[in-house]
């Protein structure tokens, strides 16, 4: 089909077919500790996001940060899956006051053929691994940040990346200390437990022992990862390729200059563009959000390393042998239709 045979208006109401593809893809978004905190509702010819607040990590997230934030990553994949089907999403951003759990509205009213970075990024939703340890001796390909500066920013968020050994250093300081914070709170420890899946669980959510390694390697300066397998011996066996994966990566915060559920959802949707936009250039992110979840933490890093705006995520980049693997719940289990029947 040429581009102009697939531009125009449509008529009638979207497909099943299409409602089904684009939550099928969605349900692939990150998300912290794969809580996977959405649903979705076909109703007429909308499709709505709906945040699940009983997936919500009640200690480590009270305020539904970063489960509006990973509610953002699973619109950015919808609308990027309704763009890969050649249909121009309209999206309103939480419609309604009264319901805030309502995270957006898309339509597609129109279509035009998807452009060429829209499809190499579609074609990487279900490739992309969260990475988990040091990264190889490859520097990121040239050009690939200023890309993902550009296109933060176009979804309403900042990309800072870490030049200088003081801010690495300081940024690093203070995931550690975050770290050791939360692995001496008990109920944070018992939070985090509750989304960490055992050997062969058959388990659609939370973090299964196939995403992590069983010995994290250490980076210099250190970012240590989350304490997922509790000394219970868990996680990935060492490969040979990780002795040369010791090296930090670009050590990025994505920020947002407000602070409010709209500023999450943006900062969730300009997380997802960066990971898939990376992903396509072969490039793997690691994500350390501990000092996020402590406010004296996140108050550092807005003052120090922020410029005053509002940090979102802590991420590092670089290039590695992915062996990581994760689950998800079918999309049936999260799409009801507007007779309030689910796809089960
Ligand atoms: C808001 C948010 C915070 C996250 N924080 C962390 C983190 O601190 N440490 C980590 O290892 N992964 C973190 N992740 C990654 C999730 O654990 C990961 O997306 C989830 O387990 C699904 O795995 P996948 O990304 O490989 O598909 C975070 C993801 C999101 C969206």
Do not use: K
Not at 130 to 139: E, K, N, V
Not at 195 to 207: E, I, T
């Amino acid at each position: 089909m040429t581009a102009s045979s697939m531009s125009g208006q449509l008529q009638g109401p979207p497909s099943a077919d299409t409602i089904a593809r684009v939550v099928a893809a969605a349900g692939w978004a990150p998300s912290v500790h794969n809580t996977q905190p959405w649903w979705f509702a076909a109703e007429g010819n909308a499709l709505s996001l709906h945040a699940d607040p009983s997936r919500q990590l009640l200690v480590a997230d009270p305020s539904g940060r970063e489960m509006l934030i990973s509610c953002g990553a699973a619109l950015f994949t919808a609308r990027l899956a309704l763009r890969s089907l050649g249909l121009i999403p309209q999206t309103e951003v939480l419609p309604e006051r009264s319901d805030p759990l309502l995270v957006a509205r898309l339509r597609w009213p129109e279509r035009a053929d998807p452009a060429e970075y829209e499809l190499r990024l579609s074609g990487q939703v279900l490739q992309r691994r969260t990475h988990r340890g040091g990264f190889g001796p490859s520097p990121l390909p040239p050009g690939l940040l200023p890309v993902l500066h550009i296109g933060a920013h176009r979804d309403g968020a900042r990309l800072h990346v870490l030049a200088d050994d003081a801010s690495r250093f300081l940024l690093a300081g203070t995931v550690q200390a975050a770290e050791h914070t939360l692995r001496l709170d008990s109920l944070r420890v018992r939070e985090l437990a509750g989304w960490v899946s055992a050997p062969g669980s058959g388990r659609a959510d939370g973090v299964p022992p196939t995403s992590y390694p069983a010995r994290p390697t250490r980076t210099f300066p250190d970012f240590p990862g989350r304490d997922f397998a509790r000394g219970l011996g868990w996680g990935l066996p060492p490969t040979s390729a990780d002795a040369g994966a010791r090296h930090v990566g670009a050590a990025c915060l994505l920020s947002t200059a407000g602070d409010s559920p709209a500023d999450w959802v943006a900062a969730g949707q300009a997380l997802q563009r960066i990971l898939l936009t990376s992903a396509g250039c072969g490039v793997a992110a690691a994500l350390h959000t501990q000092p996020l979840e402590l406010s004296w933490a996140r108050e550092l890093i807005r003052t120090e390393l922020c410029g005053g705006s509002y940090p979102q995520l802590v991420l590092r980049l670089g290039t590695v042998i992915q062996v990581e693997a994760s689950v998800r719940r079918p999309p049936g289990s999260i799409l009801c239709h507007g007779d309030g029947g689910s796809d089960d």
